[in-house]
């Protein structure tokens, strides 16, 4: 009974949570450098969790050479681009469906399944709020506690899922970076399968710790739907590639009702290619694993400076020493960018959070930090 009574005060509180939920992302690198007088080459975007090194040379090579062919519409069925994806993940295309950037499909599953209610965790990305909202359905939400670390408990999760008919979940999540490991992930999934609940997991940071994905058990599930993107790993937010994998049935209804043409012929070329391109792939993954832990050691000394567990390509952090947009126009007015997370639901001024950048980089901003908070 107490449990139930804390989850209750939960879902109050995040009711109110979801009546504030705004439509804010980092990466505006545009809007900023008018802001503070900065030509956009000069600003170091630590606000958009973007591989570092930018895209692939086998990415790039490819896009330009698929200008050639933008006489002609893109395959309906993009039957290349999931074919690649498949071997790549070693399954078969058609448990694949792709789309204009993994937001697209984000907004497409609520459309097609409607359902009347939908769980979501908060903090994390608002656009999963956007999409049941709009396809008419009633966002469910599920509080994460800092005192906790914001981490996602599997037996809470269950109970919450008795009364709804979705549920989304971000693994790595957005933005605290808290990673749900993959034998609790499937206590969850298996208990969305016992409530006849469809999960939407979006992996779209899984990229940098593969082994804790579960796509291969996406294909076998009908009420699991694994998202993933060509953004974070490999760098192409500009080409908007994402995908979902999950069982055929559900694959071709969401096809079926996919507005056509949604991916372009370079971006479909650059993705085929990028997915062959090892050498970048393992390149990027040690960087940010080299880069992170560095980041975390040199920030964990500051004052005023609280810092969590992080398995994606930036790290969460709590300011108690200054002001949050303080902070971050005077990091701006250097011309760093870092994501002010106070437009997260469930989040309060205090918090922001920094990708992972090159070595140069992130010295330069650990040093900014230092001007700032050390007195």
């Known amino acids: ?54 895209p692939s040379s086998a990415a790039k090579r490819a896009a330009k050479k698929a200008l050639s062919f933008i006489d002609r519409y893109p395959d309906p069925d993009m039957r290349q681009l999931r074919t690649a994806i498949a071997r790549y993940f070693g399954i078969k295309p058609g448990h694949v469906m792709c789309g204009n950037g993994s937001n697209g499909i984000i ?9 009347k209610k939908v769980l979501i965790p908060f903090p994390t990305f608002t656009e999963y709020i ?29 109970f919450a899922l ?48 593969e082994s804790e994905s579960i796509i291969k058990e996406a294909v076998e599930s009908s009420h699991l739907i694994c998202l993933r993107a060509f ?11 994402g995908y979902a994998v999950s069982d055929e ?3 071709a209804a969401l096809r079926e009702r996919q507005e056509p043409w949604t991916v372009s012929i370079p971006a479909e070329q650059a993705a085929i290619a990028v997915l062959g391109h090892w050498t970048y792939i393992s390149k990027t993954r040690r960087l940010i694993e080299k880069e992170r832990s560095r980041l975390l050691s040199a920030l964990r000394i500051l004052p005023g400076v609280e810092t969590f567990p992080c398995a994606a390509n930036f790290i969460f952090i709590k300011l108690t020493s200054m002001d949050v947009p303080m902070f971050v126009d005077k990091l701006g007015e250097r011309g760093m960018l870092v994501r002010d997370c106070s437009s997260f639901p469930g989040l309060d001024r205090s918090y922001i959070r920094i990708a992972v950048r090159t070595g140069r980089e992130n010295k330069r901003l650990i040093k900014a930090f230092r001007e700032l908070l050390v007195r």
């Open 1 to 54: 009974m107490q449990n139930a009574e804390i989850y209750l005060d939960k879902m109050a509180r995040g009711g109110e949570i979801v009546q504030k939920t705004t439509r804010t992302h980092g990466g505006n690198i545009y809007a900023a450098a008018k802001r503070y007088g900065l030509e956009e080459k000069n600003i170091i975007d630590f606000s958009s969790n973007v591989n570092p090194f930018g």
């Open 107 to 115: 907004h497409l599953i609520p459309r097609v399944f409607r359902p």
């Open 130 to 158: 956007a999409a049941v909202q709009d396809a008419g359905g009633e966002v469910v939400p599920f509080p994460l506690l800092e005192r906790a670390g914001f981490r996602v408990d599997p037996l809470e999760m269950s």
């Open 162 to 209: 008795k009364d709804v008919d979705m549920a989304f979940l971000c693994n790595p999540n957005n933005p605290t970076g808290q990673l749900i490991p993959k034998a609790e992930m499937l206590e969850i999934v298996q208990f969305a399968r016992q409530h006849g609940v469809r999960l939407v997991v979006d992996e779209a940071f899984m990229d940098f710790i």
């Open 231 to 241: 953004t974070k790993l490999f760098g192409m937010p500009g080409l908007r590639i």
């Open 249 to 251: 049935t559900t694959i």
